[in-house]
Nanobody, 120 residues
Framework: QVQLVESGGGLVQPGGSLRLSCAASGFTFSTSTMSWYRQAPGKERELVAGKPSAGGTTNYADSVKGRFTISRDNAKNTAYLQMSSLKPEDTAVYYC?????????????WGQGTQVTVSS
């Protein structure tokens, strides 16, 4: 079964840092596109960062550019989101997303999310 398990969220002060992890299983991680999304209460879910398996361009939301870095370790089937210089407006539930093809179909899976709260 496909599983995406996020971890690393928590409470951090403005200006602080956190690293989120997404442990993946049940599909070929190395050929997938991994992304991070976030959703604040009452707001639409938005793309934070995307990381293709190879040969693609990493994509960041303008609001996090220069502060967040997405990476992946194919040997560990894990994607990461390094977050620095955190702001209160970064407070949201962060979701790991995987996109890949199976049986000729394009599939999308979501993790359960991890809460990030930026507050003093």
């Amino acid at each position: 079964q496909v599983q995406l398990v996020e971890s690393g969220g928590g409470l951090v002060q403005p200006g602080g840092s956190l690293r989120l992890s997404c442990a993946a299983s049940g599909f070929t991680f190395s050929t997938s596109t991994m992304s991070w999304y976030r959703q604040a209460p009452g707001k639409e879910r938005e793309l934070v960062a995307g990381k293709p398996s190879a040969g693609g361009t990493t994509n960041y939301a303008d609001s996090v550019k220069g502060r967040f870095t997405i990476s992946r370790d194919n040997a560990k089937n894990t994607a990461y989101l390094q977050m620095s210089s955190l702001k209160p407006e970064d407070t949201a539930v962060y979701y790991c997303n995987a996109r890949f093809q199976r049986y000729g179909l394009a599939l999308t899976y979501w993790g359960q999310g991890t809460q990030v709260t930026v507050s003093s």
